[in-house]
């Protein structure tokens, strides 16, 4: 995910300053919300994400993350939200944990959409332990490889 993380952030940048009501995420080894870092201006917004999210790179606990979401945020998942994981689906965790996790997000939200870089290869297949917990509480699986594949998913992002 390192290699495409600028790219995503750009891509969740835009839609935190385009949109009225967006709420943004990143988790590797926990969960920090950064949708006020994401206002403004990109290269203050990059900065201020280098100072206060300490974990870049540290191996991904997706399903506790996504725990964290539901239990502290669950206010936010409503029946008019779209959820948007951006996600290579590798993840240290425990796969009941994210399974149970993502269960729970589906039930409360209106759509759930898992972008994945990875989909970009052309031997890709969704068979990591945390792509296979997932898979069966997302609505749509989707490539975030390149901007062409972000642009075919903007029209998906309705209810």
């Known amino acids: 995910m390192e290699l495409y993380s600028r790219f995503l952030l750009q891509f969740l940048h835009a839609l935190q300053n385009s949109f009225a009501s967006v709420e943004t ?5 926990r969960l920090s919300r950064i ?3 994401l ?6 917004a990059l900065r201020q994400l280098g100072r206060d999210v300490r ?4 191996g991904t606990r997706i399903g506790e993350a996504i725990e964290g979401v539901v239990h502290d945020h669950h206010r936010l998942l409503t029946r008019r939200t779209i959820v948007l994981v951006l996600s290579d689906g590798w993840d ?3 796969p009941a944990t994210l399974e149970r996790a993502m269960s729970d997000v589906r039930r409360r939200v209106g759509k759930v959409i898992w972008l994945n870089p990875l989909m970009g290869a052309d031997d ?6 945390g792509m296979r917990a997932a898979l069966p ?3 749509l699986l989707f490539p975030a490889h390149n901007m ?7 029209p998906r992002l309705v209810l």
């Open 92 to 94: 240290v965790g425990d």
């Open 137 to 139: 509480h997302v609505d």
């Open 148 to 154: 062409e594949a972000l642009e075919r998913l903007v």
């Open 39 to 44: 206002r403004g201006e990109y290269r203050i």
């Open 55 to 58: 974990d870049w790179s540290g």
């Open 25 to 29: 995420f990143v988790f590797a080894t």
């Open 124 to 129: 890709y297949s969704p068979d990591t332990r």
């Open 35 to 37: 949708t006020e870092q």
